[in-house]
C-alpha cells in the first residue's frame, strides 16, 4: 500500500510539474556567412580573401509564466567563420534578460540598438549589412552595454523603444529612442541616439510593391562642438523572381559613397548562394585613400 501511495504522488507529481517543463524552451541557433573574394585595396592592389560576415552562434529561451507574463534571454557570440578565432568579448553581441507582458517588455543587458535596427538595418536587405559590404557610411554614438531598455506594447501597427545605457563612471550615459510603424505594404522607421556633446537621428521607409521591395533612409550625426554635421542617406531596391533576389543599393555622404550590386539565390529557407560587386570611397578629397572594392560569392546558412 505505501509502495502504490508512493507511485501514485510521483505520478500526479509529474503531472503537474509536466506543464511547467512544456512552458519553456530554450534554443540553439546560429549563421555561418562566408565569401570568397577578390578585393581591391587604396594601394591599387588585388587580393584574394576569404571572409567571415558576421557569423555568430547563440542560445535564446523563453518561459511562459501565465497570466500573459514571459520571461526570456539571448546569449550571442560572434565568431570568425573563415578562420575559427572567437570574437575577443565572448558574448559581445547580445547577453540579456527580459520581462514581458501587457505592458510592453524590459531588457537588462548587452544590446544591440533599437535606433540602428529601425533605420540602417532594416534596408540592409542583400547581406544584412555584413562583411566588405556593410554600410560604411552610417554612424554615430551607439553604446551596447550596461543598458536598460523598455518596449511598448504594438499599438495600432506602432512600436517604440526607450534605452538608457549606463556610464558607470567609465563613459558618459547614452541614450537611444526608436520607432518603428508598419500599414500594409508601407514600412516607417526613425531612430534617435545620444552621448555626451554627441548625437545622430535618422528615419527610414520602405514599401513593398508585389516582387519590388523598395527602401531607404537619411542620417544626421553631431559629433560634438567644432565639427561639421555629418550627412548621409542610402536607396535600396530587391527585385524578387521565385527563389531568386536581384539587389542595388547606394549610399552617399559629404565627401563618400558606396553602392552595391547583389544576387541571391535561395536554395531552401535556411540556406543562400550569394554574389556582390561592392564599391566604396569614403574619404573623396584625397585620392585613393579610402578606395575599395570587392567581388564576391558566398554561402549563407541559419540554423
Given at each position: 500500500m505505501k509502495r502504490f501511495t508512493l507511485s501514485a504522488l510521483a505520478l500526479v507529481a509529474a503531472a503537474v510539474a509536466a506543464p511547467a517543463f512544456a512552458q519553456s524552451s530554450?534554443?540553439?541557433?546560429?549563421?555561418?556567412?562566408?565569401?570568397?573574394?577578390?578585393?581591391?585595396?587604396?594601394?591599387?592592389?588585388?587580393?584574394?580573401?576569404?571572409?567571415?560576415?558576421?557569423?555568430?552562434?547563440?542560445?535564446?529561451?523563453?518561459?511562459?509564466?501565465?497570466?500573459?507574463?514571459?520571461?526570456?534571454?539571448?546569449?550571442?557570440?560572434?565568431?570568425?567563420?573563415?578562420?575559427?578565432?572567437?570574437?575577443?568579448?565572448?558574448?559581445?553581441?547580445?547577453?540579456?534578460?527580459?520581462?514581458?507582458?501587457?505592458?510592453?517588455?524590459?531588457?537588462?543587458?548587452?544590446?544591440?540598438?533599437?535606433?540602428?535596427?529601425?533605420?540602417?538595418?532594416?534596408?540592409?536587405m542583400h547581406n544584412h549589412?555584413?562583411?566588405?559590404?556593410?554600410?560604411?557610411?552610417?554612424?554615430?554614438?551607439?553604446?551596447?552595454s550596461n543598458k536598460v531598455t523598455?518596449?511598448?506594447?504594438?499599438?495600432?501597427?506602432?512600436?517604440?523603444?526607450?534605452?538608457?545605457?549606463?556610464?558607470?563612471?567609465?563613459?558618459?550615459?547614452?541614450?537611444?529612442?526608436?520607432?518603428?510603424?508598419?500599414?500594409?505594404?508601407?514600412?516607417?522607421?526613425?531612430?534617435?541616439?545620444?552621448?555626451?556633446?554627441?548625437?545622430?537621428?535618422?528615419?527610414?521607409?520602405?514599401?513593398?510593391?508585389g516582387p519590388v521591395t523598395l527602401g531607404g533612409y537619411y542620417q544626421q550625426v553631431d559629433r560634438g562642438p567644432g565639427t561639421a554635421t555629418y550627412k548621409n542617406a542610402r536607396l535600396a531596391v530587391m527585385y524578387t523572381m521565385g527563389a531568386s533576389e536581384f539587389h542595388a543599393n547606394f549610399g552617399k555622404a559629404s565627401a563618400a559613397d558606396q553602392w552595391t550590386l547583389g544576387y541571391n539565390y535561395n536554395v531552401s529557407k535556411r540556406t543562400k548562394i550569394y554574389g556582390y560587386y561592392t564599391d566604396r570611397d569614403t574619404n573623396k578629397m584625397a585620392r585613393r585613400n579610402g578606395e575599395y572594392s570587392s567581388l564576391a560569392v558566398g554561402v549563407r546558412h541559419n540554423f
Open positions: 530554450v534554443t540553439l541557433y546560429g549563421r555561418f556567412n562566408t565569401t570568397i573574394e577578390n578585393q581591391k585595396t587604396n594601394e591599387g592592389s588585388r587580393v584574394w580573401a576569404v571572409n567571415n560576415n558576421a557569423s555568430r552562434i547563440g542560445f535564446k529561451g523563453v518561459e511562459d509564466m501565465g497570466g500573459g507574463m514571459k520571461a526570456s534571454f539571448n546569449l550571442e557570440h560572434g565568431f570568425g567563420s573563415d578562420n575559427g578565432v572567437a570574437a575577443a568579448t565572448f558574448w559581445g553581441r547580445e547577453a540579456w534578460v527580459q520581462l514581458a507582458g501587457s505592458f510592453g517588455a524590459v531588457r537588462l543587458g548587452r544590446q544591440t540598438p533599437e535606433s540602428y535596427f529601425a533605420t540602417a538595418d532594416y534596408i540592409s549589412d555584413t562583411g566588405s559590404s556593410a554600410d560604411n557610411l552610417y554612424g554615430g554614438p551607439f553604446l551596447q523598455y518596449f511598448t506594447p504594438s499599438m495600432g501597427g506602432l512600436t517604440a523603444s526607450l534605452s538608457v545605457a549606463a556610464g558607470e563612471n567609465q563613459v558618459k550615459r547614452g541614450y537611444d529612442f526608436a520607432a518603428n510603424w508598419v500599414g500594409g505594404p508601407l514600412h516607417l522607421g526613425f531612430g534617435y541616439s545620444d552621448q555626451g556633446s554627441q548625437d545622430q537621428w535618422a528615419v527610414r521607409a520602405l514599401y513593398e510593391l
